[in-house]
């Protein structure tokens, strides 16, 4: 899909006291590791493959789905998707990611979006 604007962003949206309860929130729950779309939750890593999943991403997350989060985000989701002119027919949120970086940690640079939609039947 091509898109005239491929983002959009607010400067200082959020009150400050909001972003330090999410930071907060996440921070309070239990980490994962952080995996690219080459792997999948479920599977055990081998070593192989943990070395592979480092040279792109070396982090943990939380996946947030708190109402309380949504209410203050949504109104700026909907604000973005019409002043960017996508005009998406868009109605529900995934979970929020909410990335922990330790020293040296990191996620190098990655597209999350594609000229075509993932063909996953499954």
């Not at 983002?7 to 999410?22: H, T, V």
């Not at 996508?86 to 990335?99: G, K, L, P, R, V």
Request: glycine residues 4%.
């Amino acid at each position: 899909m091509n898109l005239e604007n491929y983002y959009y962003y607010f400067q200082s949206a959020l009150p400050l006291k909001i972003c330090d309860e999410i930071i907060k929130y996440g921070l309070s729950q239990k980490e994962n590791l952080a995996l690219t779309g080459d792997y999948k939750e479920e599977e055990e890593l081998t070593e192989e493959q943990l070395k592979d999943l480092n040279k792109k991403r070396k982090s943990h997350l939380v996946w947030l789905d708190e109402n309380w989060i949504y209410k203050e985000i949504h109104p700026y989701i909907h604000q973005a998707n019409a002043s960017a002119g996508w005009n998406f027919d868009w109605d529900f949120s995934e979970s929020c990611q909410f990335t922990k970086y330790k020293e040296g940690e990191f996620y190098d640079w990655h597209c999350d979006s594609w000229d075509k939609p993932y063909d996953l039947p499954d």
